[in-house]
C-alpha cells in the first residue's frame, strides 16, 4: 500500500452518519442525524430516554434502515452491501446490548464463544483458550462459563456482554446504556473496563448513556440527542456537540437541565395534564 | 393517507370505506411480508444447512416432546369417532361397516387436521414465544450483530423441525386412532373384530392414509412459518410475546383448514380420474 492511501485511509472517518432519518410508521424517531467519528476517538451519545439513541446505535451498525440517508462504515454505504459482506463488516463491530442480550439457551461459555464458532477458523482449545481470556479480563472466573445467564446479575450480565463483543478484536465499540440498573460501585467498574478496553484495544468507541458519571470519566466527545417531537420543525436533533467540560458551560437550557438533572417544564407540562383530566 | 380515488368512492359512508380500505391493505401487506419471510428462509435452506447442534434440539422439541399430547388426540378421536358413528349405523343396520367409516375418516380427515392443530397449539405458541421473547430482549438482533445469520440459525431449524416431524407425527396419530376407534367398537361395542378388520381393509387403501399424510407435510410448513413469521413480528413487552404466542396458534388453525379444504378438493380430483367408478360403501 503507498503513503497516499495509507493516509486517506486515516483521514477518512470510521462511522460516517448523513443525514439520517429513521421512521416507525408515523412516528420520526431521528430527523438528519449527521455525526461523524474518528478513528480512536470515544464518543458518548447522551438524550432522555425514548429521543432514539438506542435506534441511532443500530442505523450505525445496519440493524435498523435509515427511512433516507446513509451511514458509512470505514467507507462503505452499509445499505449497498449484500448479506454476506454485511457479516463479513459486522464482525468488525461489538455491540454490547442494553441488557446484554445473552442467549438464554446457550452457556456463558457458549453465548462468548458464539461469534468466534460463527467464523469457524479457531479450534475448539483455542476457543477455550479466548474464551478464558476474555472472561478474565472483565473479571469473572472460571466457574461461570458453564452457567447460564438467567443465573447472574445484572453486572455479571453486562460483563459476559461485554466479552462476547471483544471476543472478535473489534474495531468499533457501541454501548448501550452499560451503567443503567447498576449500583454504583458496578458501574464505575464498567467505566473502567471501558476505559481498559480502550487502552488496550486501541478502539473506537460509542457510548450511549445518560449517566453523566460515564461521559466525564469515559468521553472524549459528547452529543445530545433532543427528541423530535418537542423540537421546532427547523431545529437540529443534535443540540450539543463537544467536549465533556464544554456541557457545564454550554448555553443552552435544555442541555443544562438534563445534565444537572433538572425537571424544568416538564412539571408544568405535568399540572396541565393533571388539571385537563380534572376538567 | 387519502388517494383520489378513495375519496371518490368514499363520498357516502366514507368512514366505513377508510376502515375496511386500511384493513385490506395491512392484509395485503402481512401477506406480502409473510412471503417474502417464507422466500428467504427457503433460500437459506437450499444454501447452507444448518449445524446438527442447532437442529437437534428443535427436532427433539417438536418430535420427542409432542409425542405423549399427540398419541393422547389420536386416541381419543379413534374412540369419539366409534361412539358418534355407532348410533347412526345401527340403525341402518350397517354396524358391521364401522371399521370402514371410522378409519377413513381418521387417516384422511381427522387424523391429520386435528394432530396439527394439537401441535399449532403445542409446538407453533411455543415457538412464537421463544422467538417473541428473542426479538423483545434484543437477542436477535444480538445475532445479526454477530455475523450469524436469524433466519438461518432461528427459522430453518424450526422449518425443518415442523416440515418432517408433523408428518411423522401424524402417521402415529393415525396409529393411536385406529388402535383407539378398534379398541372401542371391538372391545366395547362388541362388534364381530373379524368384519371390523374386514371392512376396513376394503375400503380404506393405501391412497387414503398417503393423502392425510401429504396434507400433513403444508400443515407443518405452515405452523411453522406463521409462528416463526408472529415471533420475528413480535411486540415489544410481555403483552407483545402472549399476543404472538395466540396469533400464532389462531392463524395456523385457519391456515390449516383453508389449506384442507384445498387440498380435499385437489385430492379428490386425483381420485376420481385415477378410479373414475369408485367404491361404495352399501
Ligand atoms: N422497531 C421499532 N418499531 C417502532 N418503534 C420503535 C422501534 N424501535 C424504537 N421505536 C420507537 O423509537 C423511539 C426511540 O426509541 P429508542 O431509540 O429505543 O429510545 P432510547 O433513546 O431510550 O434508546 C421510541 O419511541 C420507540 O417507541
Ligand atoms: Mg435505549
Known amino acids: 500500500m503507498s503513503d497516499s492511501s495509507a493516509t486517506t485511509r486515516e483521514q477518512t472517518p470510521l462511522v460516517a452518519v448523513q443525514d439520517v432519518h429513521v421512521t416507525f410508521g408515523s412516528q420520526s424517531v431521528l430527523r438528519g442525524v449527521t455525526l461523524t467519528v474518528p478513528r480512536g476517538q470515544t464518543l458518548a451519545i447522551i438524550g432522555e430516554s425514548g429521543c432514539g439513541k438506542t435506534v441511532l446505535l443500530k442505523t450505525i451498525i445496519g440493524l435498523v434502515r435509515p427511512t433516507t440517508g446513509l451511514v458509512r462504515f470505514d467507507g462503505y454505504n452499509l445499505a449497498e452491501l449484500s448479506d454476506r459482506e454485511l457479516t463479513r463488516q459486522r464482525v468488525r463491530f461489538g455491540y454490547v446490548f442494553q441488557n446484554a442480550a445473552l442467549f438464554d439457551s446457550l452457556t456463558v461459555g457458549q453465548n462468548v464463544a458464539f461469534p468466534l464458532r460463527q467464523q469457524a477458523s479457531e479450534s475448539p482449545s483455542q476457543i477455550r483458550e479466548l474464551v478464558f481470556a476474555r472472561l478474565a479480563e472483565v473479571g469473572l472466573p472460571k466457574s461461570v462459563i458453564s452457567k447460564k445467564p438467567a443465573e447472574l446479575s445484572g453486572g455479571m450480565r453486562k460483563r459476559v456482554g461485554l466479552a462476547r463483543a471483544l471476543i472478535m478484536n473489534p474495531e468499533l465499540m457501541l454501548y448501550d446504556e452499560p451503567t443503567t440498573g447498576l449500583d454504583p460501585i458496578m458501574s464505575d467498574v464498567i467505566n473502567e473496563l471501558m476505559l481498559r478496553t480502550r487502552k488496550q484495544h486501541d478502539v473506537t468507541s460509542i457510548i450511549v448513556t445518560h449517566d453523566m458519571r460515564t461521559a466525564h470519566k469515559v468521553a472524549d466527545r459528547v452529543v445530545m440527542i433532543y427528541p423530535v417531537g418537542r423540537l421546532e420543525s427547523a431545529e437540529p436533533q443534535l443540540i450539543f456537540d463537544g467536549s465533556p467540560g464544554e456541557l457545564e458551560t454550554c448555553g443552552d437550557r435544555r442541555v443544562l437541565q438534563f445534565v444537572r438533572g433538572e425537571a424544568g417544564e416538564r412539571l408544568t407540562e405535568m399540572q396541565q395534564t393533571f388539571s385537563d383530566r380534572d376538567l | ?282
Not at chain 2, 455475523?147 to 432461528?154: M, V
Open chain 2, 1 to 282: 393517507m387519502e388517494g383520489p380515488p378513495r375519496r371518490s368512492l368514499a363520498a357516502s359512508g366514507q368512514e366505513l370505506v377508510t376502515d375496511w380500505g386500511a384493513v385490506v391493505i395491512d392484509g395485503i401487506v402481512a401477506i406480502g411480508d409473510l412471503g417474502l419471510f417464507c422466500m428467504r428462509t427457503i433460500s437459506w435452506m437450499l444454501t447452507r444447512l444448518p449445524r446438527r447442534e442447532t437442529l437437534l434440539p428443535n427436532f427433539y422439541q417438536v418430535g420427542v416432546m409432542s409425542l405423549p399430547v399427540v398419541a393422547l388426540t389420536g386416541t381419543f378421536i379413534g374412540m369419539v369417532l366409534a361412539v358418534q358413528s355407532y348410533g347412526q349405523f345401527r340403525q341402518l343396520g350397517l354396524e358391521t361397516r364401522l371399521g370402514a367409516v371410522i378409519n377413513m375418516s381418521l387417516v384422511r380427515e381427522l387424523g391429520p387436521v386435528l394432530a396439527a392443530t394439537m401441535l399449532a397449539g403445542r409446538v407453533g405458541s411455543a415457538m412464537a414465544a421463544e422467538l417473541g421473547t428473542m426479538r423483545v430482549t434484543e437477542q436477535i438482533d444480538a445475532l445479526s450483530s454477530m455475523g450469524a445469520n436469524p433466519i438461518h440459525y432461528l427459522v430453518v431449524p424450526r422449518f425443518l423441525a415442523c416440515l418432517f416431524l408433523i408428518p411423522t407425527l401424524t402417521i402415529m396419530a393415525d396409529f393411536m386412532g385406529v388402535v383407539g376407534g378398534y379398541f372401542f367398537t371391538v372391545e366395547v361395542l362388541g362388534i364381530d373384530k373379524h368384519h371390523y378388520w374386514h371392512n376396513s381393509e376394503q375400503f380404506v387403501g393405501v391412497f387414503d392414509l398417503l393423502s392425510g399424510i401429504f396434507k400433513s407435510f403444508f400443515f407443518g410448513a405452515a405452523i411453522a412459518m406463521i409462528s416463526c413469521y408472529r415471533g420475528f413480528n413480535c411486540m415489544p413487552g410481555a403483552e407483545g410475546v402472549g399476543r404472538a404466542a395466540t396469533a400464532a396458534f389462531v392463524y395456523s388453525f385457519v391456515l390449516i383448514l383453508m389449506i384442507d379444504l384445498f387440498l380435499g378438493v385437489m385430492i379428490n380430483a386425483v381420485y376420481d380420474t385415477f378410479w373414475p367408478e369408485g367404491v361404495s360403501l352399501l
